[in-house]
């Protein structure tokens, strides 16, 4: 156990940055609930210790599930419980 790696997946860790992003500066949007403010990817995955292609993989994926909907430095989510739910998935 001792050389047991305790880091989160990083698509969860992205998930969770990205739904505490939405509580503290989410705006209702037409899609959703919008973070308002510019967020790059690389600003993403510098918050999140990730490097900024891992983070585009994740986001992919993420999208893909329609858990988020990402734009030129906009990122919206469409149902922030369904996002938070994924992020405590095992």
Partial sequence: MRNTPSSV??????????????????????????????????????????????VSRHLKLLSDRHLVIAGKNTFIIPDRGKLKRYCSEE
């Fill in 9 to 54: 997946r990083g698509d969860k860790r992205i998930a969770a940055k990205l739904w505490r992003l939405s509580r503290d500066f989410g705006v209702p949007y037409e899609r959703g609930t919008k973070i308002n403010f510019d967020l790059t990817i690389t600003y993403l995955a510098g918050m999140s210790g990730l490097k900024r292609e891992t």
